[in-house]
């Protein structure tokens, strides 16, 4: 019996069923495909620096896409429970026990969730291989191959959508059990309440406060201001949740001057303004890390030709040690060689940078220093933005600590102490030998910029005195590289000779012992800028797709919106041409009520990008990284782009269930009295 039921449930609601479906389809394909994408990108690109950024990328757009996630199965079930309360009052009206309504829920919803999560997960499959093979096909420099999910991913996916299942289900539940049957069986909507103003004004408060607190994260290089993106989320939504509440109740005060004339567009959204809550907020998700962190990270990529070859001073960079110096005099008759004691210095980051002292630092440049004892130059090599001083503190903190030589796990591990222990601990002998004071901070491009970031292959110059003592045991120690070979070659000759010394250096040369911690010894300037600008595509496709990612979730949400809300708009139609009101002027309220929910999140996300571009130059400023017009010109861009395909779409579905919705309407004049 109870099978014939669940049978004929399912026949006689199949259009729920179908946008119940798609939704949980959607969300578990979305949640597999970024969920595999943040896992596999260590396992297939090969460079350490390129997987960290793609690990970035793909943990912020997993966190998105989960919020959404969850939402979206939330959104889909108790719309479907919603249409089918209805059948389940009277199930009880006519001596259905309780329990078993609530079985016979389950098990309908079960069998729609484990339908419908197969097929994402099978979905999501197919997309994972598909993007990965697109990627590998385009930057196989990068994508060096193509791997299956593996079975952490499936377990991770399956665990996240029950546990967004069970939550939902009983949350429903406990929703019915707290109503009678009466309204259980009631087929009208009701007005719903919107937020009072005084006690919900204390939200919007908060919601500035949050909002505040993040703006005065991000503004750093540290990693907590990827945290401020969260945060931000949290409080725009409650200054636009409980702020828009607010602000319709003040409406509502001044009749004659605004409500009164506007009654039915303000009505068509306050009336059902619990509802949308959950749609506002996925739409502000959506739109909010599209024009935020995706438009930046794009401007940032912009152009692609950021490596230029023409904009090096050198053709080649070699650190080598005394043992190759015959090698070295070999090449001054082929070449013009600039050859400059060095050292290799670790900064608490654990990246390595190139240690000069300032005499040599003024044969390059012919700069004067005038530095004493343990103090440093930092002189960042920027060739997009050379001469800007760098302010930010976190930079400062990681080049103040460090130690001379080459990478060690043990030494390594020294600076972090140091770091865990903070201020209390840097009067200790251990501290003093590894803490620097820093005259001067700022970019140039005197040896070329041999690096993605800033973190590494930085010019550390010391006061002469410090780095004679410091060089004389680097030069006796071996493997260790102690020479810097600045090297400029004779066009005709140019790549042979390139790939002589590259042949000598991997034989003969100063061999890398920790691979993955230490950053290389030689770099062909050439081959550099071709390798960055492949990195800055195949990030820059990244990218897109996520922002892809993010407007077809926008357009799907749209689609679930518009057509769950049909039967609605129908009774509507009904109801304003008996009252007169003449079908213009009856589309025209219907474009406003469907688009009003995404315009609304959509105007939020517009506004909070803008504060958060702002924060953004302020934080590339400190870092001495940032080009105002270049940057701006492309954000602008990005975010027009997108904003113009979001209202395109917005308004395509609005006229596409107008027509729907007047298109069969027969005869105007009749009207259906009740």
Same mark, same amino acid.
């Given at each position: 019996?109870?099978?014939? +039921?669940?049978?004929?449930? *399912?026949?006689?609601?199949?259009?729920?069923?179908?946008?119940?479906?798609?939704?949980?389809?959607?969300?578990?394909?979305?949640?597999?495909?970024?969920?595999?994408?943040?896992?596999?990108?260590?396992?297939?690109?090969?460079? &350490?620096?390129?997987?960290?950024?793609?690990?970035?990328?793909?943990?912020?757009?997993?966190?998105?896409?989960?919020?959404?996630?969850?939402?979206?199965?939330?959104?889909?079930?108790?719309?479907?429970?919603?249409?089918?309360?209805?059948?389940?009052?009277?199930? +009880?009206?006519?001596?259905?026990?309780?329990?078993?309504?609530?079985?016979?829920?389950?098990?309908?919803?079960?069998?729609?969730?484990?339908?419908?999560?197969?097929?994402?997960?099978?979905?999501?499959?197919?997309?994972?291989?598909?993007?990965?093979?697109?990627?590998?096909?385009?930057?196989?420099?990068?994508?060096?191959?193509?791997? %299956?999910?593996?079975?952490?991913?499936?377990?991770?996916?399956?665990?996240?959508?029950?546990?967004?299942?069970?939550?939902?289900?009983?949350?429903?539940?406990?929703?019915?059990?707290?109503?009678?049957?009466?309204?259980?069986?009631?087929?009208?909507?009701?007005?719903?309440?919107?937020?009072?103003?005084?006690?919900?004004?204390?939200?919007?408060?908060?919601?500035?406060?949050?909002?505040?607190?993040?703006?005065?994260?991000?503004?750093?290089?540290?990693?907590?201001?990827?945290?401020?993106?969260?945060?931000?989320?949290?409080?725009?939504?409650?200054?636009?949740?409980?702020?828009?509440?607010?602000?319709? !109740?003040?409406?509502?005060?001044?009749?004659?001057?605004?409500?009164?004339?506007?009654?039915?567009?303000?009505?068509?959204?306050?009336?059902?303004?619990?509802?949308?809550?959950?749609?506002?907020?996925?739409?502000?998700?959506?739109?909010?890390?599209?024009?935020?962190?995706?438009? &930046?990270?794009?401007?940032?990529?912009?152009?692609?030709?950021?490596?230029?070859?023409?904009?090096?001073?050198?053709?080649?960079?070699? %650190?080598?040690?005394?043992?190759?110096?015959?090698?070295?005099?070999?090449?001054?008759?082929?070449?013009?060689?600039?050859?400059?004691?060095?050292?290799? #210095? &670790?900064?608490?980051?654990?990246?390595?940078?190139?240690?000069?002292?300032?005499?040599?630092?003024?044969?390059?440049?012919?700069?004067?220093?005038?530095?004493?004892?343990?103090?440093?130059?930092?002189?960042?090599?920027?060739?997009?933005?050379?001469?800007?001083?760098?302010?930010?503190?976190?930079?400062?903190?990681?080049?103040?600590?460090?130690? &001379?030589?080459?990478?060690?796990?043990?030494?390594?591990?020294?600076?972090?102490?140091?770091?865990?222990?903070?201020?209390?601990?840097?009067?200790?002998?251990?501290?003093?030998?590894?803490?620097?004071? +820093?005259?001067?901070?700022?970019?140039?491009?005197?040896?070329?910029?041999?690096?993605?970031?800033?973190?590494?292959?930085?010019?550390?110059?010391?006061?002469?005195?410090?780095?004679?003592? !410091?060089?004389?045991?680097?030069?006796?120690?071996?493997?260790?590289?102690?020479?810097?070979?600045?090297?400029?070659?004779?066009?005709?000759?140019?790549?042979?000779?390139?790939?002589?010394?590259?042949?000598?250096?991997?034989?003969?040369?100063?061999?890398?012992?920790?691979?993955?911690?230490?950053?290389?010894?030689?770099?062909?300037?050439?081959?550099?800028?071709?390798?960055?600008?492949?990195?800055?595509?195949?990030?820059?496709?990244?990218?897109?797709?996520?922002?892809?990612?993010?407007?077809?979730?926008?357009?799907?949400?749209?689609?679930?919106?518009?057509?769950?809300?049909?039967?609605?708009?129908?009774?509507?139609?009904?109801?304003?041409?008996?009252?007169?009101?003449?079908?213009?002027?009856?589309?025209?309220?219907?474009?406003?009520?469907?688009?009003?929910?995404?315009?609304?999140?959509?105007?939020?996300?517009?506004?909070?990008? #803008?504060?958060?571009?702002?924060?953004?130059?302020?934080?590339?400023?400190?870092?001495?990284?940032?080009?105002?017009?270049? *940057?701006?010109?492309?954000?602008?861009?990005?975010?027009?782009?997108?904003?113009?395909?979001?209202?395109? #779409?917005?308004?395509?579905?609005?006229?596409?269930?107008?027509?729907?919705? !007047?298109?069969?309407?027969?005869?105007?004049?009749?009207? +259906?009295?009740?």
């Amino acid at each position: 019996m109870l099978t014939k +039921i669940i049978y004929k449930n *399912f026949r006689s609601n199949l259009k729920n069923y179908i946008l119940f479906f798609l939704s949980n389809i959607v969300a578990s394909m979305e949640l597999f495909v970024f969920r595999g994408l943040k896992e596999i990108v260590l396992q297939i690109v090969k460079d &350490t620096e390129t997987a960290f950024l793609f690990r970035i990328d793909f943990t912020m757009a997993l966190g998105m896409i989960s919020v959404i996630t969850i939402m979206l199965m939330a959104y889909a079930m108790i719309y479907y429970l919603k249409s089918r309360i209805r059948d389940y009052g009277l199930f +009880i009206m006519m001596g259905m026990h309780k329990r078993m309504v609530f079985s016979l829920m389950l098990i309908e919803y079960v069998l729609g969730w484990v339908f419908s999560s197969i097929l994402g997960l099978i979905l999501g499959t197919g997309i994972l291989y598909g993007i990965q093979f697109l990627l590998h096909k385009i930057a196989p420099l990068y994508f060096v191959r193509i791997v %299956m999910a593996n079975l952490n991913i499936y377990v991770y996916s399956i665990k996240f959508s029950i546990g967004i299942m069970i939550f939902t289900f009983f949350a429903v539940i406990v929703w019915i059990e707290n109503h009678n049957l009466s309204s259980l069986i009631q087929a009208e909507e009701k007005i719903q309440k919107c937020p009072q103003k005084g006690y919900w004004t204390i939200a919007v408060i908060i919601g500035i406060i949050l909002s505040v607190i993040a703006w005065f994260m991000f503004p750093s290089y540290e990693e907590v201001h990827y945290d401020a993106y969260f945060i931000w989320i949290i409080g725009g939504f409650l200054i636009l949740t409980f702020g828009m509440g607010v602000l319709l !109740e003040e409406i509502k005060k001044h009749e004659q001057f605004f409500y009164l004339k506007n009654v039915l567009q303000i009505n068509q959204f306050s009336s059902k303004y619990q509802n949308n809550l959950m749609l506002l907020l996925m739409f502000f998700v959506i739109h909010f890390f599209a024009l935020t962190y995706i438009s &930046t990270e794009i401007s940032s990529l912009l152009p692609i030709e950021h490596y230029k070859a023409k904009n090096y001073p050198y053709d080649m960079l070699w %650190m080598a040690n005394t043992s190759e110096q015959k090698y070295i005099d070999s090449l001054a008759a082929k070449t013009k060689i600039t050859e400059i004691p060095m050292m290799r #210095v &670790t900064s608490v980051s654990r990246d390595q940078q190139i240690g000069i002292s300032e005499s040599y630092y003024n044969k390059l440049t012919g700069k004067t220093l005038h530095l004493k004892n343990k103090q440093i130059v930092v002189a960042m090599q920027d060739q997009n933005h050379p001469n800007r001083i760098v302010k930010d503190r976190t930079f400062q903190e990681n080049y103040r600590i460090m130690y &001379t030589g080459r990478y060690s796990d043990d030494k390594s591990e020294e600076l972090h102490s140091i770091v865990v222990k903070g201020k209390r601990n840097e009067n200790s002998a251990q501290s003093k030998r590894h803490l620097y004071k +820093i005259k001067k901070m700022y970019t140039e491009n005197v040896i070329g910029q041999y690096t993605t970031n800033r973190w590494s292959e930085s010019l550390i110059i010391f006061s002469d005195k410090y780095f004679e003592k !410091e060089y004389k045991r680097i030069e006796q120690t071996k493997n260790e590289p102690s020479k810097l070979i600045l090297i400029k070659f004779n066009q005709e000759n140019k790549r042979n000779l390139w790939k002589e010394i590259r042949t000598y250096s991997t034989k003969h040369g100063t061999k890398i012992i920790n691979d993955g911690n230490e950053q290389n010894i030689i770099y062909y300037t050439e081959s550099f800028v071709k390798t960055q600008q492949t990195l800055l595509m195949f990030r820059l496709l990244s990218k897109v797709f996520i922002l892809t990612a993010l407007l077809l979730n926008s357009i799907f949400i749209m689609e679930i919106k518009v057509e769950s809300e049909i039967p609605s708009y129908k009774k509507k139609q009904e109801f304003l041409r008996c009252m007169g009101m003449q079908k213009k002027e009856r589309k025209a309220l219907y474009l406003l009520e469907m688009q009003s929910v995404g315009m609304i999140s959509l105007a939020a996300s517009i506004f909070m990008s #803008v504060i958060h571009f702002i924060a953004c130059l302020l934080r590339m400023e400190k870092a001495g990284e940032v080009n105002k017009w270049n *940057f701006t010109k492309y954000w602008l861009v990005a975010c027009l782009g997108y904003i113009a395909l979001e209202l395109l #779409v917005q308004r395509g579905f609005a006229l596409y269930i107008t027509r729907k919705i !007047e298109g069969g309407l027969k005869d105007e004049n009749k009207c +259906i009295r009740s």
